[in-house]
């Protein structure tokens, strides 16, 4: 490559940058409720498959 000159990147597509828009994008406390939201729901989940193996060894 001579000076100056870039490669070509015929074979390559290259991506844009996300460009962060504040009235577009999520604020923080809704990022945060959501969240806790899904950590709630995934420890529901947890403490059910535990209740339900836990009767299912007691049954069978």
Do not use: C, D, Y
């Amino acid at each position: 490559m001579s000076a100056g000159k870039r490669p070509s990147q015929t074979g390559t597509a290259q991506k844009r940058r996300h460009k962060f828009n504040p009235k577009r994008e999520p604020r923080p406390e809704v990022l945060a409720r959501a969240n806790h939201t899904v950590a709630w729901a995934a420890a529901w989940v947890v403490v059910g498959f535990l209740v339900i193996a836990t009767a299912a060894r007691f049954l069978f």
